[in-house]
Antibody
Framework: EVQLVESGGGLIQPGGSLRLSCAAS????????MSWARQAPGKGLEWVSV???????YYADSVKGRFTISRDNSKSTLYLQMNSLRVEDTAVYYC?????????WGQGTLVTVS | DIQMTQSPSSLSASVGDSVTLTCRAS??????LGWYQQKPGKAPKRLIY???SLQSGVPSRFSGSGSGTEFTLTISSLQPEDFATYYC?????????FGGGTKVEIK
C-alpha cells in the first residue's frame, strides 16, 4: 500500500528556515516524479515543486530561489528545504506521488510563518 | 504558464441532484487534466485522471469529459459524502496549476 507521511512543519519567524520531510512507503521514490503542493488557510491549492525521476527539479515562481526539493533514495524520503520564509508561505504542505499528475497525497504538515 | 479557471466557484444542490463543474485552460492541454475532491482538514483525493478516466475505487457517479481547453466533472445523483470542494489540475506543463475550486454545498 502506498503511504506518504509528511513531517517537519511548525512555527517559524519570517526569514527563517525549515526542512519538511515526506516518508514514502509502498513504492520507490527514485523511480517516480514527486511533488510538493501547499494550501494557505482558507485558500485553494498551489503547486510548489517537482523532482523528476532523473533528478531534475522545477519550482513555482513564488518559491524559486528560496526552496529546494531533494530526495534520499536510501531512506525513501522526499524533502523540501525552505529558506527566507515569508508570512505568505504559511500553509499546509503536502507531498504527492506523480502518476499522470499528482495521484497519491500525504496528510500534510502545517507551516506557520509569524 | 497555464491558467486554470473553474466555474462556478460554489453551488448549492440537493442529495440526488446531478451537477456539472467546469474547468477551462488558458491554452490547450490535451487530456492532461485531473479532478480532485477535498474535504475540510483532509488531503485532496484524485477522482479523475487523463480528463475522463475514473481513479480506482471512485464511485461511478463521478465522470469527467473534455480535451484541449474545456473540461467538465459531472456528479450524477449527489450523495451526502460528495459535499466538498473540487479542484482541477493541469499536468501538461510545468509549473502545474490548479483551478480555484468549486465548493459544492447542501441546499
Amino acid at each position: 500500500e502506498v503511504q506518504l507521511v509528511e513531517s517537519g512543519g511548525g512555527l517559524i519567524q519570517p526569514g527563517g528556515s525549515l526542512r519538511l520531510s515526506c516518508a514514502a512507503s509502498g513504492f520507490t521514490v527514485e523511480s517516480n516524479y514527486m511533488s510538493w503542493a501547499r494550501q494557505a488557510p482558507g485558500k485553494g491549492l498551489e503547486w510548489v515543486s517537482v523532482i523528476y525521476s532523473g533528478g531534475g527539479t522545477y519550482y513555482a515562481d513564488s518559491v524559486k530561489g528560496r526552496f529546494t526539493i531533494s530526495r534520499d533514495n536510501s531512506k525513501s524520503t522526499l524533502y523540501l528545504q525552505m529558506n527566507s520564509l515569508r508570512v505568505e508561505d504559511t500553509a499546509v504542505y503536502y507531498c504527492a506521488r506523480d502518476n499522470s499528475g499528482p495521484s497519491q497525497w500525504g496528510q500534510g504538515t502545517l507551516v506557520t510563518v509569524s | 504558464d497555464i491558467q486554470m479557471t473553474q466555474s462556478p466557484s460554489s453551488l448549492s444542490a440537493s442529495v440526488g441532484d446531478s451537477v456539472t463543474l467546469t474547468c477551462r485552460a488558458s491554452q490547450g492541454i490535451g487530456n492532461d487534466l485531473g479532478w480532485y475532491q477535498q474535504k475540510p482538514g483532509k488531503a485532496p483525493k484524485r477522482l479523475i485522471y487523463a480528463a475522463s478516466s475514473l481513479q480506482s475505487g471512485v464511485p461511478s457517479r463521478f465522470s469527467g469529459s473534455g480535451s484541449g481547453t474545456e473540461f467538465t466533472l459531472t456528479i450524477s445523483s449527489l450523495q451526502p459524502e460528495d459535499f466538498a470542494t473540487y479542484y482541477c489540475l493541469q499536468h501538461n506543463s510545468y509549473p502545474l496549476s490548479f483551478g480555484g475550486g468549486t465548493k459544492v454545498e447542501i441546499k
